[in-house]
């Protein structure tokens, strides 16, 4: 199958398994890049191996051998490869697992959290020309904030995902965050790309390009979906209401301060870190 001709939505895969990315791209004839995150590469390694127990440098060259084989697949798309980091990492070791990690493949964005240390490393990162993936994203705010921190770098080098699923989660509706950064965007024509993630049903990867999305990363499951109805596309009218979810409103937030300035903390980002610090850290012996 095509790509859809009314579609200029990039679909990327969510997934830390390269038997996916093999599947995704049997399923859909295409495919225009793969996300991972600790969480996801620890399940693709349970998968092989229920008891695995790695060394750290193990883990990193299991961790490796992974996104070189997801890359070899799709070598003309993006491969999204995440920093280890927790509350406590600061810029320059982001910095320095940025760096490495960008020479394990030729089309990596590596993976950062949206935290003032992540924001830092996104600096110096983006002015070396790596191409960073801000991830953990819940508020306009952090949005601008990246906006800020990458300023100069091309589009197509800096994308920015905001959490859908984990904000529907405590009861607000994710599809809302994606339409208040689009608006927000496009009004200063930023060159940061909206990459929709934590997406947990057709209606959300619909919705969400309707709202403007430039990429949209799905598990296979809902990839299975789209397929199953003929890979339908949304009128840009398509709206996700859902009566039990408060709706996000415009914070109204200008792009123009500088990065350090905006308040990017947020509860679901502080969560979100460590729950991948904890997954990941399960594998080590
Ligand atoms: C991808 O970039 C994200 O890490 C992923 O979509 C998070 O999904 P989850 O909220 O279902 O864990």
């Given at each position: 199958m095509p790509r859809p001709t009314t579609l200029t939505t990039r679909i990327f895969l969510d997934s830390g398994s390269p038997d996916?990315?093999?599947?995704?791209?049997?399923?859909?004839?295409?495919?225009?890049?793969?996300?991972?995150?600790?969480?996801?590469?620890?399940?693709?390694?349970?998968?092989?191996n229920p008891d695995i127990a790695l060394k750290q440098q193990e883990l990193m060259d299991a961790y490796k051998g992974i996104v070189q084989n997801i890359s070899q697949m799709i070598p003309h798309g993006s491969v999204s490869i995440e920093v280890y980091g927790d509350k406590d990492t600061v810029a320059e070791t982001m910095i320095t697992q940025g760096r490495e990690m960008n020479t394990w493949i030729p089309n990596a964005h590596i993976k950062l959290p949206t935290t003032k240390a992540g924001l830092e490393a996104a600096n110096v990162l983006t002015g070396e020309g790596v191409r960073v993936n801000m991830t953990l994203i819940f508020s306009q705010a952090q949005a601008a904030a990246v906006h800020a921190a990458t300023f100069g770098a091309k589009k197509g080098d800096v994308f920015l995902s905001p959490f859908v699923?984990?904000?529907?989660?405590?009861?607000?509706?994710?599809?809302?965050l994606i339409s208040r950064i689009s608006d927000m965007y496009k009004k200063?024509?930023?060159?940061?790309?909206?990459?929709?993630?934590?997406?947990?049903?057709?209606?959300?990867?619909?919705?969400?390009?309707?709202?403007?999305?430039?990429?949209?990363?799905?598990?296979?499951?809902?990839?299975?979906?789209?397929?199953?109805?003929?890979?339908?596309?949304?009128?840009a009218t398509y709206s996700y209401t859902r009566d039990d979810l408060s709706s996000i409103p415009d914070a109204s937030v200008s792009l123009t301060q500088s990065w350090q300035e905006y308040n990017i903390q947020h509860d679901l980002t502080d969560a979100g870190l460590q729950k991948f610090a904890d997954d990941w850290n399960a594998l080590i012996a």
């Open positions: 996916d990315t093999r599947s995704t791209l049997d399923l859909l004839g295409f495919l225009d890049g793969q996300t991972t995150n600790p969480s996801l590469v620890a399940k693709a390694l349970r998968a092989d699923g984990r904000l529907d989660d405590r009861g607000e509706n994710g599809i809302d200063e024509e930023s060159h940061v790309e909206i990459l929709t993630a934590s997406v947990r049903n057709i209606d959300h990867f619909l919705a969400s390009i309707a709202a403007g999305t430039d990429i949209i990363t799905c598990p296979k499951k809902i990839l299975d979906e789209w397929a199953a109805s003929n890979f339908i596309t949304p009128e």
